[in-house]
T-cell receptor, first 113, second 116 residues
């Protein structure tokens, strides 16, 4: 079963625009929510992560918004650049006990000039 | 920082053959993960180690798959009697798990397996 759902599957944004990717989870035991970025031919790399004790976390142009009651979280990329074109994965794990990271199916982002 | 190294980068094999992949994690990392990724999908958990102990193996993983991490250093993933459905990118990741969980995973570039 898909423990972490993600949408959209693909996204095209103009340079300078805002990219928004949404995720939802079912397991209320999850308490660590990272986002990974993957370029073709490379493994995923951690971009930003959040724990449910905060509703928002910002690092540079990247912001995670977290809604614990709705069991949803999203990634916002401000001022999107062509170099941001990649596949983005939301993920979740039970961070308080050493547990595996479960990934969503991914969103392919293309930022066009 | 040499990062996580995986070998080989590509492997082509015939159905029914055995294959083995190697992963060298970042030296001070105590956890090592194996994931499988198919085109257009997210990484799917296979198994992970804390030092040399294999802590969990996915229920989706058939008995044809086995992984080892002798002495808590490098790891190998072996697939016996390969099937066409095994064709995928096999990713290794390592992390340093200290205190509260939710550690950062460092991924290698993967081994792309094609089973003909």
């Amino acid at each position: 079963q898909q423990q972490v759902k993600q949408s959209p599957q693909s996204l095209i944004v103009q340079k300078g625009g805002i990219s928004i990717i949404n995720c939802a989870y079912e397991n209320t035991a999850f308490d660590y929510f990272p986002w990974y970025q993957q370029f073709p031919g490379k493994g995923p790399a951690l971009l930003i992560a959040i724990r449910p004790d905060v509703s928002e976390k910002k690092e540079g142009r990247f912001t995670i918004s977290f809604n614990k009651s709705a069991k949803q979280f999203s990634l916002h990329i401000m001022d999107s650049q062509p170099g941001d074109s990649a596949t983005y994965f939301c993920a979740a794990s039970k961070g308080t006990s050493y547990d595996k990271v479960i990934f969503g199916p991914g969103t392919s982002l293309s930022v066009i000039p | 920082d040499t990062g996580v190294s995986q070998d080989p980068r590509h492997k082509i094999t015939k159905r029914g053959q055995n294959v083995t992949f190697r992963c060298d994690p970042i030296s001070e990392h105590n956890r090592l993960y194996w994931y499988r990724q198919t085109l257009g999908q997210g990484p799917e958990f296979l198994t992970y180690f804390q030092n040399e102990a294999q802590l969990e193996k996915s229920r989706l993983l058939s008995d044809r798959f086995s992984a080892e991490r002798p002495k808590g250093s490098f790891s190998t993933l072996e697939i016996q009697r390969t099937e066409q459905g095994d064709s995928a990118m096999y990713l290794c990741a390592s992390s340093l798990a200290v205190g509260r969980g939710g550690e950062k995973l460092f991924f290698g570039s993967g081994t792309q397996l094609s089973v003909l």
